[in-house]
């Protein structure tokens, strides 16, 4: 549990589920009812078109195969940030392409955010990057990669487009930019020491 100045972060667990559901379930499923499943795979135990999308990202939690960074206002989840290995997350967006430009494959990727609409704008996403890369580092660091968008200036873009943060807010983070993948992601990575103690 890592302390914000504003905020709690708790890793999704079992407990925590629960309050990752609510905020999940408040904004109809996140992404028209995608309950931040999409970058995962079937697991040996669970199916994902065995069951429906809560149940399945639950049955991922208890098996230990779904990680995220979540940013608590008191007992409320208001953001999360989703975090894993490759074999968690294979679902990237321009897989082939990242790939097929990938020499030194990371352990671990973030693939998404989600901001309750009550607290966009006020840099919760990034509370909740930092503490992916906090639970990153207690889990024994390593590099990080994720695919944040590139955003146009001056041009307004969805917030549904935005699933994976700007290259700016990662940059601020410490993130290096490597490369272009599809019309306007990144490649950027980081290497996260691990914590202390």
Not at 31 to 51: I, N, P, Q, R
Request: charge should be negative; aromatic fraction near 10%.
């Amino acid at each position: 549990m890592t302390e914000t100045t504003q905020h709690v972060i708790r890793p999704l667990t079992p407990e925590t589920f629960p309050a990752w559901l609510a905020l999940a379930e408040k904004h109809n499923g996140v992404w028209g009812g995608c309950y931040c499943s999409y970058f995962h795979e079937d697991t040996e135990l669970t199916a994902k078109d065995d069951v429906d999308r809560p149940t399945f990202k639950q049955r991922l939690v208890a098996e230990g195969v779904a990680h995220a960074a979540l940013v608590f206002d008191g007992d409320d989840a208001i953001a999360w940030c989703e975090f894993g290995s490759p074999v968690e997350l294979p679902n990237i967006y321009h897989r082939k392409q990242y790939d097929a430009g990938e020499a030194n494959p990371a352990p671990w990727r973030i693939t998404c955010f989600f901001v309750d609409r009550d607290h966009r704008r006020s840099g919760v996403a990034r509370e909740a990057l930092d503490g992916a890369l906090d639970l990153i580092a207690e889990a024994g660091g390593g590099e990080v990669v994720s695919f944040p968008n590139e955003l146009v200036p001056g041009k307004k873009t969805s917030s549904s487009f935005l699933h994976n943060g700007t290259r700016a807010m990662f940059e601020k983070a410490g993130f290096t930019f490597e490369r272009h993948i599809g019309k306007s992601k990144t490649v950027m990575r980081k290497t996260v020491p691990p914590a202390s103690g």
